[in-house]
């Protein structure tokens, strides 16, 4: 079954310092992979996906993600973060039957110091 | 273009009274559609999904049921609700790619 952990359940950075949450993955086939974001009280918004090809993913807001199948994770980076950024990370996996589900870690909740 | 309801915003009940909350889908058809909870403090839980009318797969046992009764239409349920059950809840559809929902704060008391 697939899984997803996400070590950091917090991280607090500094305006315009560099940031780089951690995603581990399990699943036995090569994974769809996804990072969403989540303001307080809000739906979440798709920051990137990999499906395929490059391992280095750009998404939106300044964010990329890196896949490494050798370490079975999915980091997700902004090389310069704002205040506007202070919100809950998820990564997800998603399987490759007809559910099409997507399964969830725990969540990093990033604080942005000023 | 796709939207998604979701509703209500907020609600709370009283332990052992019924839910009901509503998702729709607008601008597709024959969406996958997912309801997923979110615990104070923890990650999503995917709760139930459905890849048509009528057909409706459970992640985990509990208190909950789900319900699809038209294409674009998701219904999340309970007979009676327990104190565990509060949560925020997210309807979401799509495949692979979601699109999520402003989510149901549920808090029972």
């Known amino acids: 079954a697939q899984s997803v952990t996400q070590p950091d359940i917090h991280i607090t950075v500094s305006e315009g310092a560099s940031l780089e949450l951690r995603c581990n993955y399990s699943?036995?086939?090569?994974?769809?992979l996804f990072w969403y974001v989540q303001s307080p009280g809000q739906g979440l918004q798709l920051l990137l996906k990999?499906?395929?090809?490059?391992?280095l993913v750009q998404g939106i807001k300044g964010f990329e993600a890196e896949f490494k199948r050798s370490q079975s994770s999915f980091n997700l980076r902004k090389p310069s973060v704002h205040w506007s950024d202070a919100a809950e990370y998820f990564c997800?996996?998603?399987?490759?039957?007809?559910?099409?589900?997507?399964?969830f870690g725990s969540g990093t909740r990033l604080l942005v110091r000023p | 273009s796709q939207t998604i309801h979701q509703w209500p915003a907020t609600l709370v009940q009283p332990v052992g009274s019924p839910l009901s909350l509503e998702c729709t889908v607008e601008?597709?058809?024959?969406?996958?559609l997912y309801w997923y909870r979110q615990a104070a403090g923890r990650g999503l839980q995917l709760l139930f999904y459905?890849?048509?009318?009528?057909?409706i797969s459970s992640e985990v046992p509990q208190n909950l049921s789900a319900s699809r009764p038209q294409d674009r239409q998701f219904i999340l349920s309970s007979k009676k609700l327990l104190l565990s059950d509060s949560g925020f809840y997210l309807c979401?559809?799509?495949?692979?790619?979601?699109?999520f929902g402003s989510g149901t704060q549920l808090s029972v008391l």
């Open positions: 979401a559809w799509g495949q692979l790619k979601l699109f």
């Open positions: 699943y036995g086939a090569t994974p769809y």
């Open positions: 990999y499906f395929s090809g490059d391992t």
């Open positions: 997800a996996v998603g399987a490759m039957d007809s559910s099409y589900k997507l399964i």
């Open positions: 601008g597709t058809s024959n969406p996958n």
């Open positions: 459905s890849v048509g009318i009528g057909q």
